[in-house]
């Protein structure tokens, strides 16, 4: 049942008669459909409305007798009901009907149409189907002359026990609000019968067809203040769980629960409805609505004329969090793969690890308030250092599409490149122990790196450039021979095939130094390497190398210039220095420490 549609009429009634719901309860009204005019004496009438409101009318109910009403009772406006009429009509006409039945003897009491009040259109018969003039049947004889009724009309004869209730069921007189008239002299209700007599009006059947109903805009009504709050007081109800604050009918707090772990509590003061009601929200409410006066367009255009009911408010302010719904499976995703804390008790607000190599951990702060808006990130200090650029520089953030991107697709990004960074930073400290030279280029992601050796007495540079893919370790790294071989085209074909063959098995967990270590064996099985003083591979005295293949310098005779860098048997360079005090190729006296000592 259409609960607009309802209160609608409950208003329209509210405008002339004196009309309560009972229990707060729309579908069932009670209010008094007469008053005598010395105020003594006043008749109450229920309303209840059936589930096929508005298709068919409500029904009218007596829960007492009322002088000189016949049983049977007919009004125009129920046969005549279509689903745009209105109660206030059948109201309307029921009390003028009433009034003369009451105040004036049976037999002077004429049944007229009553005319429908100005601002709700009347509904005039066709031509060709004249009303008929209703007259008051004589009730103790059957109807003679022009009393005679037509037969067509069909009378509905209400059976007493078919409305037999439980007895809490009703408000009596006594239990609701009393009203007063202009000089606020309290209205006496009749003594109530030791059996309740019960008077239902039901309209003849229609067989036209029922047309649908248009959309209703509420009037601008000047109803009773209490009546009003208790309205919008049962509106909320029927859709929010709340709790009233205090003994204040018009001063509620609302439970909104919107996922499993978010429940916010609203508290709403329509007291004064209907002025602008006062909406009280938690602090960390406040952070995602922000100041509700401004950010809800019903409380910052409220209209107290023509004011909007409270649980629109209520409706405004969910459909507001229901994006928390998304929030939440965002923040599963990410809680599902990284360690996280909710900041401030939100879970928009995130605190992200991100663990990498040496269990080192690095943090990020996520919002995700405005999703599915890019996120907002916010890295720490040490991960600006890995990273050194802004977050909205990530290739998932300038990929995000609404609706389809997730966050955790970010942070997976940001991950993998502190992976890489850590990576990258331990290949580097692996290649400055095993290699003359290295340096790393973060912009370009390239390693520039170089190798010495030795061909026919001649000193070479091999120098390697090394371009980190973005997949890397995943994917191989490019490698490239800078120096150029062309006396040494051996050497140049075995240094190529070995990079071929480690990039083509290559395994994220294999190292640059891997490849590095088999070029350097490879440099040095081609190299000749001889003592510039006997010019020979084998030392004249001890017979060693004077440059093992291993690189140990037990299995060699091996020292070398620290000016000019040329190698030496240790045995010739000792005589050497014996005799010339300095080297026999640069002519520069040696330190302390590589002094023969005689």
Not at 407 to 424: H, P, Q
Not at 440 to 466: H, M, P
Request: hydrophobic share 35%; glycine share 4%; with cysteine.
């Amino acid at each position: 049942m259409d609960n607009g549609r309802l209160l609608h009429e409950a208003q329209l009634i509210a405008t002339e008669f004196k009309f309560y719901m009972v229990k707060g309860n729309l579908e069932h009204l009670y209010g008094y459909i007469y008053q005598s005019p010395d105020r003594e004496t006043k008749y109450p009438l229920e309303i209840k409305y059936t589930a096929d409101f508005p298709d068919s009318p409500p029904d009218f109910i007596f829960p007492q007798p009322i002088p000189n009403v016949p049983d049977e009772i007919e009004l125009h406006s129920l046969n005549n009901w279509t689903s745009e009429s209105h109660v206030i009509e059948a109201v309307r006409e029921l009390a003028a009907l009433i009034k003369r039945y009451v105040e004036k003897p049976p037999d002077e009491v004429v049944k007229q149409e009553i005319p429908p009040k100005s601002g709700i259109p009347e509904k005039k018969a066709p031509l060709s189907d004249p009303e008929p003039e209703y007259i008051t049947p004589v009730m103790d004889g059957p109807p003679t002359g022009s009393q005679e009724l037509d037969q067509s009309n069909q009378y509905l004869t209400p059976n007493p026990t078919q409305y037999q209730y439980e007895q809490d069921e009703y408000l009596n007189p006594d239990d609701l609000p009393q009203w007063t008239d202009e000089d606020d002299s309290p209205l006496k209700t009749a003594e109530p019968l030791e059996e309740e007599h019960y008077i239902t009006l039901n309209p003849s059947p229609i067989s036209e067809k029922i047309p649908e109903l248009e959309q209703m805009v509420t009037p601008d009504v000047d109803s009773d203040p209490d009546i009003q709050v208790s309205t919008e007081a049962a509106l909320i109800q029927q859709e929010y769980a709340i709790d009233y604050v205090g003994n204040e009918m018009g001063v509620v707090e609302v439970y909104l629960t919107i996922t499993i772990e978010q429940t916010f509590i609203i508290r709403i003061d329509f007291s004064s409805y209907p002025k602008r009601p006062i909406v009280t929200v938690q602090e960390n409410l406040q952070k995602i609505l922000g100041d509700v006066k401004s950010t809800l367009d019903l409380l910052k255009n409220w209209n107290e004329r023509k004011p909007k009911h409270v649980v629109e408010l209520i409706r405004e302010i969910e459909g507001k969090l229901w994006f928390l719904s998304d929030i939440e499976q965002e923040a599963k995703m990410v809680n599902g793969e990284y360690k996280t804390e909710m900041i401030d008790g939100l879970i928009s607000n995130l605190r992200v690890g991100l663990f990498t190599y040496g269990f080192k951990e690095y943090t990020l702060d996520l919002d995700i308030s405005k999703y599915p808006t890019e996120p907002i990130i916010q890295f720490s200090s040490e991960l600006q250092q890995v990273l050194p650029f802004p977050p909205e520089d990530l290739m998932a953030f300038k990929n995000w599409k609404r609706k389809e991107s997730h966050v955790v697709d970010i942070l997976r990004e940001v991950s993998w490149l502190v992976d890489k960074a850590s990576r990258i930073s331990f290949e580097v400290d692996l290649l400055k122990g095993g290699v003359k030279r290295v340096e790393y280029n973060k912009i370009s992601d390239n390693f520039l790196i170089e190798l010495s050796g030795q061909l026919k007495t001649k000193d070479l540079k091999f120098e390697f450039e090394v371009h980190i893919q973005d997949e890397y370790p995943i994917t191989a790294p490019e490698f490239k021979l800078l120096s150029e071989l062309e006396e040494n085209e051996e050497i140049q074909g075995k240094i190529t095939k070995q990079i071929d063959s480690f990039t083509a098995q290559w395994h994220p967990f294999n190292y640059l130094i891997d490849l590095f270590n088999q070029i350097s064996k490879t440099i040095f099985a081609e190299s000749i390497i001889s003592c510039v003083i006997c010019h020979k591979l084998d030392c004249p005295e001890c017979g060693m190398k004077i440059s093992a293949s291993s690189g140990d310098s037990y299995d060699q005779c091996q020292t070398q210039c620290p000016s000019c860098e040329r190698l030496y048997h240790a045995h010739c360079w000792n005589q050497t220095i014996i005799s010339f005090g300095k080297c026999g190729f640069c002519l520069r006296p040696p330190p302390d420490h590589l002094k023969p000592q005689i």
